[in-house]
């Protein structure tokens, strides 16, 4: 759907693609990226047209694109490709793993790899060509939401907050009763959050998670994406 400002929803591609994206990603150039069986590759540069110029035939949990640069999370491997040319995208590097990540989220020049509650693995992906395990910790980082030089780590009732000011030992700031829903970043120190509204929150030099602005809303609400 084109839904830029000053004009109606209009619809721009209806297309069969074969197998339903288990997830759908953009880069800063313009291009799609989709994540299932395979990760195909769109070009939708041009208002009213969506043209399929690459695919990565492997497995994809989840895509992550940024500088030229995507990171596969393809269950017991993750995979470095160079998509700076979309339509010929090269296999960098991969890291293989014993067991299958909880998660896999790309932070800077380091790859932050949970591989259960209690153990974390950061990688320097700096050269993507030769990823290197830089550090193991246990600290609880599974599914992190980057905000500044802090990630925030929620469960259903609270998130703990770990200062990243040394990306290879994250260390804990404490847990607040303040659990996130779909947030979204709004700045480098403020994201959107779902509650039984829409709130804007600041997270404090020191970790503190502060609302700075909230909207209420009939629900129930979903999703937040937020530009």
């Known amino acids: 759907w084109d839904v830029r400002a000053g004009q109606l929803p209009s619809l721009v591609l209806d297309a069969e693609v074969g197998w339903a994206e288990d997830e759908l990603v953009a880069d800063e150039r313009g291009f799609l990226y989709g994540a299932g069986r395979s990760v195909t590759i769109w070009d939708t540069r041009t208002p009213g047209e969506v043209t399929a110029v690459g695919e990565i035939d492997e497995r994809a949990d989840e895509v992550a694109v940024e500088g030229g640069l995507a990171v596969i999370d393809a269950g017991r491997q993750v995979l470095l490709y160079d998509v700076t040319e979309p339509a010929a995208p090269a296999l960098l590097s991969e890291?293989?793993?014993?067991?299958?990540?909880?998660?896999?989220?790309?932070?800077?020049?380091h790859l932050y790899v949970a591989m259960s509650l209690?153990?974390?693995?950061?990688?320097?992906?700096?050269?993507?060509?030769t990823p290197s395990l830089v550090a193991t910790t246990t600290d609880r980082m599974d599914h992190?939401?980057?905000?500044?030089?802090?990630?925030?780590i929620s469960n259903r009732?609270?998130?703990?907050?770990?200062?990243?000011?040394?990306?290879?030992?994250?260390?804990?700031l404490g847990a607040?009763?303040?659990?996130?829903?779909?947030?979204?970043?709004?700045?480098?120190?403020r994201f959107w959050n779902l509650t039984s509204g829409v709130e804007l929150v600041?997270?404090?030099?020191?970790?503190?998670?502060?609302?700075?602005?909230?909207?209420?809303?009939?629900?129930?609400?979903?999703?937040?994406?937020?530009?």
């Open 144 to 152: 992190p939401f980057f905000v500044g030089s802090h990630a925030l």
């Open 202 to 227: 600041e997270v404090t030099p020191d970790g503190e998670m502060q609302t700075r602005r909230r909207m209420d809303l009939p629900g129930p609400l979903e999703a937040l994406h937020a530009t």
């Open 95 to 109: 890291i293989e793993f014993e067991d299958l990540p909880v998660s896999v989220t790309r932070y800077g020049g």
């Open 176 to 189: 607040q009763d303040r659990p996130l829903r779909d947030p979204r970043p709004e700045s480098a120190t």
């Open 157 to 172: 009732w609270e998130t703990l907050v770990l200062d990243l000011a040394d990306p290879l030992q994250p260390s804990s």
């Open 118 to 129: 209690r153990e974390l693995r950061v990688f320097d992906i700096s050269d993507p060509g």
